[in-house]
T-cell receptor, first 114, second 110 residues
């Protein structure tokens, strides 16, 4: 069984550009989480979905960030416009309906905004 | 909201010794406490977890203890090996809202 899949694995962009990060959860998992990891702030929960519906987006830093989950097998995290302080590793995680709290992480996307 | 504190931030032990990492949490409603291991450049991987109705759980060389009254939980690694070297994160969760500690960088010297 494939784990959580994220793309791209690395992204380098210039300030002001739009960035879209993608995630495919583990098949059968119905909860999906987006995290950001930096040295300064550690691992932060940005938003999570349950059955494709956003449940808590209080961790989204500002309006430049948006996330969608159009179906059970795909989610995006978009930053528009991007800024250098958005540079971080962004992880997606998913969990199954019978054990929502137990989250499995994807490999992450390392984002660098110049 | 939940606040998780983790200590120490760095820990260096000799191969074969034990390592203990401690975390405290603030929200008494938290009921799930996982531990993740993250190697350099890799994803966090779940290594063990404990729920609030259990005081202790063990899996080979790894054990976790939970004191709900004091709101703290600990990770114990016995007979450490160089491949245990990584950053370890504790977390506390309630209703899918997971908060992570700042991490402990464990170095096991051969």
């Amino acid at each position: 069984d494939a784990g959580v899949i994220q793309s791209p694995r690395h992204e380098v962009t210039e300030m002001g550009q739009e960035v879209t990060l993608r995630c495919k959860p583990i098949s059968g998992h119905n909860s999906l989480f987006w995290y950001r990891q930096t040295m300064m702030r550690g691992l932060e929960l940005l938003i999570y979905f349950n059955n494709n519906v956003p449940i808590d987006d209080s961790g989204m830093p500002e309006d430049r960030f948006s996330a969608k989950m159009p179906n059970a097998s795909f989610s995006t995290l978009k930053i528009q416009p991007s800024e250098p302080r958005d540079s971080a590793v962004y992880f997606c995680a998913s969990s199954r309906p019978t054990d929502i709290a137990k989250q499995f992480f994807g490999p992450g996307t390392r984002l660098t905004v110049l | 909201g939940e606040n998780v504190e983790q200590h120490p931030s760095t820990l260096s032990v000799q191969e074969g010794d034990s390592a203990v990492i401690k975390c405290t949490y603030s929200d008494s409603a938290s009921n799930y406490f996982p531990w993740y291991k993250q190697e350099l450049g890799k994803r966090p991987q779940l290594i063990i977890d404990i729920r609030s109705n259990v005081g202790e759980k063990k899996d080979q060389r790894i054990a976790v203890t939970l004191n709900k009254t004091a709101k703290h939980f600990s990770l114990h690694i016995t007979e450490t090996q160089p491949e245990d070297s990584a950053v370890y994160f504790c977390a506390a969760s309630y209703n899918n809202d997971m908060r992570f500690g700042a991490g402990t960088r464990l170095t096991v010297k051969p």
